[in-house]
């Protein structure tokens, strides 16, 4: 298990992180999602040891990641911008990664070679970006982490080996217990393999639980004619005769109220995990306007 606990980093007079707390579960996945500038990165680069908090604590497994060589070689990364030395090969860095990480594994590194299939021999400044992050995936998944964290991981991918670079890290999770944070502004994506979400707003966390509560606790209820009284609605909008309301609370609650008020039609749906991002966000001034006139 990973926490982050009160959490606060200040560069200069900016205030990044503040009172941030966060807890990735053993064996989960947990998507950290935010707008542009939440502080996603920092809480990631905390994480990682890279920056050393104001305040708070970072553990994994209750041992303090910062300075700490035995805990980080039990976690590996893939950031947005994929590092290597500029002259390096796969190779090389293969070689790199095996003396930092005890666990690394060279027999799935060669077994992997037939889904990545990248040359071995070619320099890394040389691929496109889409290589450098499949060859990132590559030894990151052979150093056998016990946390894997990920900023947004798939950009640059194309669709297959999106789907193929998701397959292996779910099958590390369910085989090996991988815990994994992955921060990404792809919410369809999340949406398949995060069983938490975390969303943060300029470095606090507004909200964080499973996605099925998050799912379960707020719907979407569509009607035609007026709103029930009691409803905790976030969000209101209209076509024609048709309603539609993001009702916080559960679909059975909301759809009690709606066969109460006598409706002539009404239908409770659920919500995405995008449309939830934006309606949580919408509350502190991210709601989505219309601006044409």
């Known amino acids: 298990m990973l926490e982050l606990k009160n959490i606060t980093k200040k560069f200069g007079d ?26 996603k990165s920092t809480a990631i680069r905390c994480a990682l040891g890279v ?12 041992a303090p990641v910062f300075e700490n060589p035995a ?21 090389e860095m293969r070689a790199f990664y095996r003396a930092l990480y005890p666990r690394f594994d060279d027999t799935l590194y060669q077994e992997l070679q037939d889904v990545f299939r990248l040359d071995q021999k070619m320099q890394l400044r040389r691929f496109s970006k889409g290589m450098q992050k499949q060859a990132a995936f590559h030894l ?14 798939v950009d640059g991918l194309d669709p297959v080996m999106r789907r193929q670079v998701m397959s292996i890290i779910l099958s590390d999770v369910a085989e090996r217990g991988t815990s994994v944070l992955v921060s990404s502004h792809n919410l369809r994506e999340l949406e398949d393999i995060c069983d938490h979400v975390g969303i ?11 996605l099925a509560d998050m799912q379960g606790n707020t719907v979407k209820l569509q009607l035609v004619g007026e709103a029930p009284e009691g409803l905790n609605i976030l969000h209101q909008s209209s076509a024609g005769r048709l309603q539609t309301f993001v009702v916080r609370g559960t679909a059975q609650e909301v759809a009690e109220k709606a066969q109460a008020a006598g409706l002539s039609y009404y239908d409770v749906l659920p919500l995405s995990l995008e449309e939830i991002f934006i309606y949580e966000l919408g509350g502190v001034n991210y709601e989505v306007k219309n601006i044409i006139v």
Request: glycine share 8%; aromatic share 8%.
């Open 51 to 62: 920056y050393r908090p104001d305040s708070g604590s970072i553990t994994l497994e209750g």
């Open 71 to 91: 805990a980080k070689s039990r976690i590996a990364s893939i950031p947005d911008d994929v590092f290597y030395f500029p002259s390096a090969t796969p190779a």
């Open 140 to 153: 990151a998944i052979c150093c056998r982490p016990d946390m894997l964290i990920l900023d947004e991981p």
């Open 14 to 39: 900016f205030t990044a992180l503040q009172d941030l707390s966060l807890t990735v579960p053993k064996c989960a996945v947990y998507g950290l999602v935010g707008p542009n500038g939440a502080g």
């Open 200 to 210: 943060m707003d300029h470095g606090k966390m507004l909200l964080q639980r499973s």
